[in-house]
RNA sequence: GGUUCCGUAGCUCAGCUGGAUAGAGCAACAGAUUUCUAAUCUGUGGGUCACAGGUUCGAAUCCUGUCGGGAUCACCA
């Protein structure tokens, strides 16, 4: 593109164009030819500067892992309730949370995964009288259910009930409002929340035993999911904290306090409201927890990033928090990013757990694992897989369908799930890419059966897909950059499709053994062999694994 | 109502730090397999980039406004 010159140099496009081409021409070998369309110069790249550089990438061992930033930066993400099983947006945010991890990894960061378990509050409070009510004793054992689903039925059990207790009381007159407030069960609830918290024996133990149950259904989910974490903090633990940033900001002036008692911060000059930091009772509240929890990750880790995976319907909440945090002049006042996520919206409308209109991520993993058999017995090239194998590759396809599905998506954007349509295995998908890497390792199979070394050679006379597929690898390290700093597994997921994609042209366009340069077939032995690795990297980055055959 | 995010093909989405004829996948249609895995490849049709102004040699992209949709604006978490 030749436009900024014209004004400086006072000459045409074409004239301008026409003198860069000759220049490069003659004095570079990289380029072959150019030519001048409409202000723009076009160069060829000469196929010995793309043999040189596919070269490059070739000899580079730690392809794409860039270097070491001597750094620490937390990725918190999942952040469970203890009162109902995960479902489709946990997903999508579990997804984003280990891959974002994933890809700041690969930009050479130490990270710490983080998980901050709402394992209190009045919500838990609800299944745990339920169950104390309807349960009748029941356990995982006896009931044949995960410990999470165990928990979400009696949180499902209140609601029914409560609802029943709401209609009775606006039946005898009441607002709908005021028999929300004043139905027996909801009292009840907020009594034992009460019992709780002051350690009262009975309450704790049913509570500790529910939280057993919830938390080895939830070990077994997330390591399906195949995500992890480095620490786990649970707001049991945390929410007493955070109370002394508001004496300290109250003396400094950050905070004021009103009448009834209750502590304030004004906000309206950074264009926000003022905010509550403390209950006119003197108990915290959300932000005051997430004040003191900030503080004790900062702690452990002294990290200079934070990445917090949450939701988009709490952008606000956390562009105070980071508000606070800054005026507090806390040492982590810099680099803490809210990665907002849109929420998955199916065809219905909203998921709302409450009226059954929730996709479970229990069912819909193995839903997508038993459409992945199907379709591997259909199709599939599994002669010789032990049963084991089978399974793994079963879960492996599965997994990377959905997973893919769900981060190749802008990660702000919220997005639409079609259970009847479901996730495809076709197309613009994980299946492709691992379909990919699986044809690849086909062929280096064959390669060494044959005795074929891949290696770069003197070959030179590039075919255009081979020439689009290095242009491709080379991009790489500056995909994984860029991911890193927009913190979008999505680039990574987009780039993988674009690789694979252009490997499988150049796939069916030309043939490998039956090529008689032997120069030719030991560069493309070697080619294919970095395509794979690159597709396996990028995929690992997204959390998707690749089979060596399917 | 205030704030904020979004609006691109029938559907699901890329492209947005300004550049050429706006790209993929699905769906539809037509082809490709005596040859390395056809879960693949090639081709055809499909668009007022919500709308209107502005900035610029040049706008899907930047600015302003309008319309439409979501989220949020709790002494819940």
Known sequence: MVFPYVKALRKSPVEIGNAIGNYLVANTSTVSSFNVVQGFLNISIADSAWVDLFTSIFKDKTFGQLPDKNEVVMVEYSSPNTNKPLHLGHLRNNFLGFSVSQILAANGYKVVKTNLVNDRGIHICKSMLAYQKFGNGETPESSGLKGDHLVGKYYVEFDKHYKVEIEALKSTGL????????????????????????????????????????????????????????????????YLLGKKFVEEGLKSGVFFQKEDNSVWIDLTEEGLDQKLVLRKDGTSVYITQDMGTAELKYNDFKMSKSVYVVGNEQDYHFEVLFKIIKKLGRPYSEGNYHLSYGMVDLPSGKMKSREGTVVDADDLMQEMTDTARERTLELGKTEGFSQAEANELYHTLAMGALKYFLLKVDPKKRMLFNPEESIDFQGHTGTFIQFAHARICSILRKAHEKGIIGK???????????????????????????????????????????????????????????????????????????????????????????????
């Open 175 to 238: 607002s709908e409002e005021d028999a929300k407030k004043q139905a027996p069960l909801l009292l009840e609830a907020q009594e034992m929340l009460l019992k709780w918290e002051n350690g009262d024996t009975e309450t704790v133990n049913l509570w500790k035993q529910m939280n057993e149950w919830v938390f080895a259904g939830f070990g077994q989910t997330y390591e399906k999911m195949g995500v992890s974490f480095d620490k786990i903090y649970r707001e049991s633990e945390t």
């Open 456 to 550: 770069t050679t003197d070959y030179h006379v590039l075919h255009e897909a081979e020439r689009e597929v290095i242009y491709l690898l080379s991009q790489y390290p500056q995909i994984v950059a860029d991911a890193g700093r927009e913190l979008s597994p999505a680039l990574i997921s987009q780039y993988a499709y674009d690789l694979a994609k252009a490997y499988s042209r150049f796939y069916n366009e030309i043939n490998i053994f039956n090529e008689p340069d032997k120069n030719a077939q030991q560069f493309r032995v070697a080619f294919s062999g970095i395509v794979g690795e690159t597709i396996q990297k990028a995929m690992s980055l997204l959390g998707i694994k690749v089979p060596s055959r399917m």
